[in-house]
C-alpha cells in the first residue's frame, strides 16, 4: 500500500495518543493497550467486526454511484443514510479511515469480485454488498492473509459469513487482482488511485508538520533545550530543513515546524506526551492567535463551533495569563461536555465554558456574554485547502459527505451555494451582538464564495443596524499590508501548497470614533492638505486674537493711554492706570503657561509655579530699582517706595493678571 495510507492510520494513532483526546489513561494501561493494538495491526491482522460493519455503512453513504450502463455491483437501497453508532472517538476514526480507502479503489475492487466470479452471490444480499467490498480491501491488503480475532471482540455474523466467504476465493481473488494490473499495466494498486487523490495524498506526506506548545505544561525554552539534548537542530525555516531539523513558525511563536518524514520518530518522544506539544493543522494556529491579538484585558471571547478540541485548548492557552473566559457553542451531549473537560483539564486548560446551544441559537443579548468582545468563527467549509483535509474533517465532526468532495477534487455548485450560505447566515449573526468588538472568520477553502463573498455581503448587509458603530475590515496581525485602501488587500491569504496549508482569514473590528483634530492630523500625514491648510504655531495664531480683544478693552476705557503699556512698565505704573476692561479680564483668565501646559484653572496656579510668572515678576522688581521715564508712573515709583512695594505684592497675588498681561505683551 502507499506509504500515504499508511500514515494516514498511523497519524490516527499518534494523535490519540500523542494528545490524549479522549482521556488521560495511558498507553500502559491494559485497556489501552488492547485498543492501541487494535489500531497498530492495520494491514497485518485486520479490524474488529464493529469496524467494519461502519466502515460498510460509511462506504455505502459516500460510494460512487455510477450509470446504467457501468454498474457491476447492486448495493440496495440508498435512499436513507444509514445509522451508524460508534464505540468511541477511536473507532469513529478508523471507521471511516478504512470507508475512504475502500472509497479510491472501488473500481479495482467491484472489477475483482465480477473477474473472480465471486459476485454476483445469492447467498449475500444486496444490503451487505457495501460489507463485501470493504472486507475484500482489507483482504488484499493483507496479502489475502487470516485475520486474526481480538481479545473481548464482540463477533458479528454478517462479518463472520462474509470473512469466511472471502476466504475461500482468495486464489481466484488474488488472480483477478493480477490480471487487473497485468491489464492496466499497473506495477501497484497505486495506479488505481483517481488523480485528484493521488495529488492530494503527495502532497500530504510531503507537508511539514507543525505542532503547538502548551505553555501549561512546558515553556519554549525548555522545549528547544530538550530537542537540542535529541540532536535536532534549528534553523531558520522550512528551506533550510535536513532530516533532524526544525524551525519556529513564522507567523505563530509558539508553534514549531518538522520535515514530514520525522512524525513517527517524533511521536514517540517523550516531550510529545502528556499534551506538552500537540499536532495540529497551522491555519487553526493562525485563527487563534489572531483573535487573541483582539482581546482587552477583562474582555471574553466566543468561539462559534465546538470543531476540535485542540483549538478550544490553544485559545485557553494563550489567554491564560489573562480573565478571560471562552464559550464554546454546540456541545450538545452531556457525554462530550464530560469528554471535552476531563480532555481540557488534563491539558491544564481551566477558563473553558461550553454551552448547549448552536451558535445561531445564543441571543446577542445573553446576560452569559456580557463581557464578551471576539467572536472566532471557523465554519464548515469545503476544507479542500487544508493539509491534510480527511483529518481535519475527523479531528472537526465535519460532514462526512465533505469526503466524496475530497474523493472528487472539487465541490458541486449546489454544494458550494449550501455552504456559503450557512457561512453568511452565521457571520450575519455574529454581526448582531451589538457588544462584540470584533469577529475573526477562518476557513480552509479555496473558493472565493466562501471566502472574500460571504464576507463583503455580511458587511454590505447593514444588519447591526444604526445605533451602533458599523464594521470594517482591518489586516490581520500576519498580513504584509499595513494600510492598503484595497479591500482585496486586506484578507489574509495562504495558498496550499507543498510547504503550506490553505488558510483564509478575514478580520472585521468595529470603526472607532474619531474626531475632527485626529482626522486632520490623519490627512497631514498622508500630504492631503498641502495647499489647502497652512499649518501655523500656536504662538503665531494666538497673539492676534489677544491684541484684537485688547484693541476692543481699550477703545471702552476712559484713558486711552492705558492700552498701550510699556513692555518694561513697573506694577505700581499698573496699579495706577485705569481698571482693565472685562474682555481684558477674560483674556488673562485663560492664561496657559507655554512651559507648563497643566495650569490653565485657578485651582492648578494655586499649587503650579509658572515659570514665566516668575521671570515676570523678577524683571518687575529690576524694573522698580530702575524707574523709567514714564509721566506719571515715574513719579509714582520715586515719591511713594512703599506704595510700590505694597502694589507689588498686591500684584504678584493677581497672577492670573500678570500672566495674562505678560501674554499681551
Request: aromatic share 6%.
Amino acid at each position: 500500500m502507499p506509504d500515504s495510507e499508511s500514515n494516514l492510520v498511523s497519524s490516527h494513532v499518534d494523535v490519540i495518543n500523542g494528545t490524549s483526546v479522549l482521556s488521560a489513561t495511558k498507553i500502559s494501561d491494559e485497556k489501552g493497550s488492547v485498543e492501541k493494538r487494535a489500531v497498530t495491526q492495520i494491514g497485518k491482522d485486520g479490524y474488529p467486526d464493529s469496524i467494519y460493519i461502519n466502515a460498510a455503512k460509511i462506504f455505502q453513504g459516500l460510494r460512487t454511484e455510477k450509470s446504467s450502463g457501468k454498474i457491476l455491483l447492486r448495493y440496495g437501497d440508498t435512499s436513507e443514510s444509514p445509522m451508524v453508532a460508534f464505540k468511541d472517538e477511536q473507532s469513529r476514526r478508523v471507521s471511516y479511515e478504512l470507508a475512504f480507502k475502500t472509497l479510491k479503489y472501488q473500481d479495482l475492487l467491484e472489477e475483482m469480485l465480477v473477474d473472480s466470479k465471486v459476485y454476483p452471490c445469492y447467498s449475500i444480499p444486496d444490503e451487505l454488498t457495501s460489507l463485501l467490498v470493504v472486507m475484500l480491501y482489507d483482504l488484499q491488503d493483507r496479502k489475502f492473509q487470516n485475520r486474526k480475532i481480538f481479545a473481548e471482540e464482540e463477533l458479528v455474523a454478517e462479518v463472520q459469513e462474509i470473512g469466511d466467504y472471502l476466504y475461500s476465493y482468495e486464489t481466484k481473488l488474488a488472480a483477478a487482482l493480477a490480471r487487473c494490473r497485468i491489464k492496466h499495466d499497473a506495477l501497484s494498486i497505486e495506479y488505481f488511485v483517481p488523480e485528484t487523490i493521488s495529488k492530494q495524498e503527495q502532497r500530504t506526506s510531503a507537508l511539514p508538520i507543525c505542532f503547538w506548545i502548551n505553555t501549561l505544561k512546558i515553556s519554549l525554552e525548555d522545549v528547544i533545550r530538550d530537542l537540542e539534548m535529541k540532536g535536532f537542530t534549528k534553523v531558520e525555516s522550512v528551506s533550510d530543513f535536513d532530516h533532524y531539523t526544525y524551525a519556529v513558525d513564522q507567523h505563530c511563536q509558539d508553534v514549531l515546524v518538522f520535515p514530514s518524514s520525522l512524525k513517527e520518530e517524533l511521536l514517540n518522544l517523550d516531550i510529545f506526551a502528556d499534551c506538552k506539544l500537540l499536532l495540529q493543522d497551522k491555519s487553526r494556529s493562525l485563527a487563534v492567535h489572531s483573535a487573541r491579538a483582539l482581546l482587552s484585558e477583562g474582555a471574553d471571547i466566543i468561539m462559534a463551533h465546538m470543531g476540535s478540541h485542540l483549538t478550544i485548548a490553544h485559545m485557553s492557552v494563550l489567554t491564560n495569563d489573562s480573565s478571560c473566559s471562552i464559550f464554546v457553542c454546540g456541545v450538545k451531549s452531556s457525554v462530550k461536555q464530560e469528554e471535552l473537560m476531563n480532555s481540557f483539564s488534563h491539558m491544564g486548560c481551566t477558563n473553558i465554558w461550553l454551552l448547549h446551544e448552536d451558535f445561531t441559537e445564543l441571543q446577542p443579548t445573553d446576560p452569559r456574554l456580557e463581557k464578551a468582545k471576539v467572536i472566532l468563527l471557523i465554519p464548515q467549509c469545503s476544507e479542500l485547502g487544508a493539509g491534510n483535509p480527511m483529518e481535519l474533517i475527523l479531528s472537526e465532526h465535519r460532514d462526512a459527505e465533505l469526503l466524496r468532495d475530497l474523493f472528487q477534487g472539487f465541490v458541486s455548485e449546489d454544494k458550494l451555494r449550501i455552504l456559503a450560505e450557512r457561512q453568511l447566515n452565521e457571520l450575519l449573526h455574529a454581526l448582531k451582538f451589538n457588544k462584540v468588538q470584533a469577529i475573526v472568520y477562518c476557513t480552509c477553502s479555496v473558493y472565493p464564495e466562501e471566502n472574500e463573498l460571504v464576507v463583503k455581503k455580511a458587511l454590505e448587509s447593514g444588519v447591526e443596524g444604526a445605533k451602533v458603530r458599523p464594521y470594517r475590515l482591518i489586516p490581520s496581525i500576519f498580513s504584509t499590508c499595513s494600510d492598503s485602501e484595497s479591500s482585496t488587500e486586506m484578507f489574509f491569504k495562504m495558498e496550499p501548497s507543498e510547504i503550506s496549508s490553505g488558510c483564509f482569514l478575514a478580520v472585521l473590528e468595529r470603526e472607532k470614533k474619531v474626531s475632527a483634530k485626529d482626522i486632520l492630523a490623519s490627512a497631514a500625514a498622508k500630504a492631503l492638505l498641502d495647499g489647502i491648510v497652512e499649518e501655523k504655531p500656536k504662538e503665531e495664531v494666538k497673539k492676534p486674537k489677544v491684541k484684537q480683544r485688547r484693541r476692543k478693552a481699550a477703545a471702552g476705557d476712559s484713558k486711552p493711554k492705558a492700552a498701550k503699556l510699556h513692555p518694561r512698565q513697573t506694577a505700581a505704573n499698573v496699579k495706577a492706570e485705569a481698571p482693565v476692561s472685562k474682555a481684558a479680564h477674560k483674556i488673562q483668565e485663560k492664561h496657559v503657561c507655554p512651559i507648563c501646559p497643566k495650569s490653565p484653572t485657578s485651582k492648578i496656579q494655586e499649587t503650579h509655579v509658572c515659570p514665566t510668572k516668575a521671570k515676570t515678576v523678577q524683571g518687575k522688581k529690576a524694573a522698580s530699582d530702575t524707574p523709567q521715564k514714564t509721566g506719571q508712573g515715574k513719579k509714582a515709583a520715586s515719591d511713594t517706595p512703599q506704595k510700590t512695594g505694597q502694589e507689588k505684592k498686591a500684584a504678584s497675588d493677581t497672577p492670573q493678571k500678570t500672566a495674562g498681561e505678560k501674554s499681551s505683551q
